[in-house]
């Protein structure tokens, strides 16, 4: 199985930067995957790591280390509408549980003006 | 095109009542996820299917849950005998395949057990 460890709150002012970071422990791995997710809505996805490295996607970035067992998501330049929850993931790769998606328990960001 | 629709949106169920919840992915994606997802906390797997196959349902939290996707498109997820805490959205998300990276997600139901 998985376990996923991420904070529980953050809280930035627009325009700055924040980063969440993850860590999990596998015993399969077949991809690192974050997304958002605001309050009554439904998550939408936003980044995905595989390989060991930055994927940088506009204001968002992701980074993956799967030899630590660690991901963060860098969030850039922030405007209020990113006050959302972000949930980090991970795509079990073992054999019995192939493709089946563990979620962390979601890292609620704030934006203050 | 349109994305993933779920129904009901909100359901309210006595204790011990049936309900059956609802899912149509995105056209022509073969892979169909359930999660359930209490509240403060991240979606918890239940099952999946392939097509028509249910790949794994490992995550299903008793024999009182069900789910079905007989010709391979719409999924209904089951709850017999609902209890308090059954009570949670439940979110059904589809991928174009098992190998592909994004899974896209429908609104969810939120039952509430009575």
């Known amino acids: 199985g998985q376990n996923i460890d991420q904070p529980t709150e953050m809280t930035a002012t627009e325009g700055a930067i924040v980063q969440i970071n993850c860590t999990y422990q596998?015993?399969?791995?077949?991809?690192l995957f974050w997304y958002q997710q605001h309050a009554g809505e439904a998550p939408t996805f936003l980044s995905y790591?595989?390989?060991?490295g930055l994927e940088e996607k506009g204001r968002f970035s992701s980074f993956l280390s799967r030899s630590k067992g660690y991901s963060y998501l860098l969030l850039k330049e922030l405007q209020m509408k990113d006050s959302a929850s972000y949930l980090c993931?991970?795509?079990?790769?073992?054999?019995?549980?192939?493709?089946?998606?563990?979620f962390g328990a979601g890292t609620q960001v704030v934006v203050t003006p | 095109g349109a994305g993933v629709s779920q129904s009901p949106r909100y359901k309210v169920a006595k204790r011990g009542q049936d309900v059956a919840l609802r899912c149509d992915p995105i056209?022509?994606?073969?892979?169909l996820f359930w999660y359930q997802q209490a509240l403060g906390q991240g979606p918890e797997f239940l099952t999946y299917?392939?097509?028509?196959?249910?790949?794994?349902k490992s995550g299903l939290p008793s024999d009182r849950f069900f789910a079905e996707r007989p010709e391979g498109s719409v999924s209904t997820l089951k709850i017999q005998r609902t209890q308090q805490e059954d009570s949670a959205v439940y979110l059904c998300?589809?991928?174009?395949?098992?190998?592909?990276?994004?899974?896209?997600f429908g609104p969810g139901t939120r039952l509430t057990v009575t």
């Open positions: 998300a589809s991928s174009v395949d098992i190998l592909s990276y994004e899974q896209y």
């Open positions: 596998t015993s399969g791995f077949n991809g």
């Open positions: 790591n595989v390989l060991d």
């Open positions: 993931a991970v795509r079990d790769g073992s054999a019995d549980s192939w493709g089946k998606f563990q």
């Open positions: 056209s022509g994606h073969v892979s």
């Open positions: 299917f392939q097509n028509e196959a249910q790949l794994d």
